[in-house]
């Protein structure tokens, strides 16, 4: 092995000859070095929200009423007609709508009849038809998954549907004013991929998907689901589209973000900077629905839990909006004579750096702890040869 230096001016020593307490204090000061680091880095990730402009007050979503059918314990989908709220569960029997009450009393069950696997969601098509988003994959090994028809009277069709690129694992499902479907992936790294049926459905198919966008949700440090950290308020478990179409709705374990679609057009609305509302601390969020009156509501899986609501959110979203407005400014009076040199001794302003989104700052800390844990490793490696 070649000989190393260990300090300036000292004999040339192998690693195996280095003092005892000479080798305690390196490590000693990079077990520090290592602690500071870190300690940047999430330094670094919580501090990128503050990166983000100011936005409307948001009020907390308060409490409507408490769920305590025991038959919905697992609530993954919500939709509201303003008069009704229909929901779904994650596991049934058999794929069924539960009708309730503003009381959240069980008022009637549309029960289809068609095999349960993993509901991930519920929207409500123009036409007043439900569709239940039969597209739930944890392990990704469905060959095909489905959209589920529910009439108001109870009947049903099954319409099963293929993935262009090998299985996918699904929560949300929205349907805009043109009544086109749109399902929205659930990822834990990455976009969420937005994919629609290639053509008109078919009972009971399959018919090919075909993916028309993705959807990037920057995260939050709010609490709440049951997957610790950044990771839970990233992944997209439920969506909802405003009856006028004007309103897309997704939500993560822990937020729920409002996008603009003044066109109805669901993929371009999902491009748009949304509004971000804070969710309370639910066990499984996977449930949230646009009322008429532009009411947003959230729900979460568990007994005795509650449909919680903010009044008027579509109106919040229409004030962020007018917020980012650019200020107008004056005409610039144009120059006599035009000129292509600037003036002696003037310098061009730089433009500003776009500040990294906090999903970014995410991936940042994961490699970030990830190079830390190999660097250790190499220390305590080299430290014991």
Known sequence: MRARRFAPGSASVSPQNWPTHSCKTARRRFRWLSLLTALGLVAGSLGAGSMASASVVVPEPVPSCVITDPAITMLSGLVSDGEHWYVVNDHDPFVQVFVLNRDCSVERVLTTGID???????????????????????????????LISVTPDGQSALHRLTYPDGPRDAEALLIGSDGIPYIVTKELLGPAEIYRPAQALE???????????????????????????????????????????????????????????????????????????????????????????????????????????????????????????????????????????????????PAPAEAPSEQEWGVVLLAGAVALGLVWWWGRRRSRR
């Open 203 to 349: 009972s009971p198919g399959p018919v090919p998907l075909e993916r028309v966008g993705s959807v990037r949700i920057r995260g939050s440090n709010t609490p709440g689901g049951p997957i610790p950290g950044f990771v839970g308020s990233v992944v997209v478990t439920g969506g909802s589209v405003h009856p006028d179409g004007s309103v897309v709705a997704l939500r993560t374990y822990t937020d729920a973000y409002l996008f603009a679609a003044p066109d109805g057009d669901v993929p371009t609305a999902l491009e748009n900077e949304p509004l971000r509302i804070p969710l309370p601390d639910e066990p499984q969020g996977e449930a949230v629905a646009i009322e008429p009156d532009g009411t947003l509501l959230s729900g979460s899986e568990g007994a005795d839990q509650p449909i919680r609501a903010v009044p008027d959110a579509v109106g919040l979203l229409a004030a962020e909006l007018e917020r980012r407005e650019p200020a107008a400014v004056p005409p610039r009076e144009e120059p006599t004579a035009p000129s292509n040199t600037e003036p002696e001794g003037a310098e061009s302003e």
């Open 116 to 146: 349960h696997y993993d509901v991930g969601d519920l929207a409500m098509a123009p036409d007043g038809v439900l569709w239940v988003a039969e597209t739930g994959d944890n392990r990704m090994r469905r060959e095909t998954v489905a």
